[in-house]
């Protein structure tokens, strides 16, 4: 079955740097395009970043552009968010989710989600 383990996260410093790790199986990784989506305690979900299923494209929200960056090795089917100059508001739950497209209407959408990882950013 299609599994997204996410790993990584911990407790870190405002300033400081984590790099947190999403390893996918039963799939073709390298088919599908992946997010991270963050959860921040008591708020909805925030998309945070993107990456192609080649990895030649990768979008960020405003919130951590320049401070994160999305990558993926599909050798070894994972993802990675690297991120650096932790803020407190960075404290979420973070989740690694697949990209899917509907085959009629070409929706883009999010049919599989890892259980999350927590990242604590202490200011």
């Not at 790099?19 to 963050?38: I, P």
């Not at 708020?43 to 994160?68: C, H, M, P, Q």
């Not at 090795?73 to 994972?78: I, M, V």
Request: glycine residues 14%; proline residues 1%; aromatic residues 12%.
């Amino acid at each position: 079955e299609v599994q997204l383990v996410e790993s990584g996260g911990g407790l870190v410093q405002s300033g400081g740097s984590l790099r947190l790790s999403c390893a996918a199986s039963g799939f073709t990784f390298s088919n599908h395009a992946m997010s991270w989506v963050r959860q921040a305690p008591g708020k909805g979900l925030e998309w945070v970043s993107f990456i192609n299923s080649g990895g030649g494209s990768t979008r960020y929200a405003d919130s951590v552009k320049g401070r994160f960056t999305i990558s993926r090795d599909n050798a070894k089917s994972t993802l990675y968010l690297q991120m650096n100059s932790v803020k407190a508001e960075d404290t979420a739950l973070y989740y690694c989710a697949r990209g899917e497209i509907a085959a009629l209407t070409g929706e883009h959408y999010y049919d599989y989600w890892g259980q999350g990882t927590q990242v604590t950013a202490s200011s």
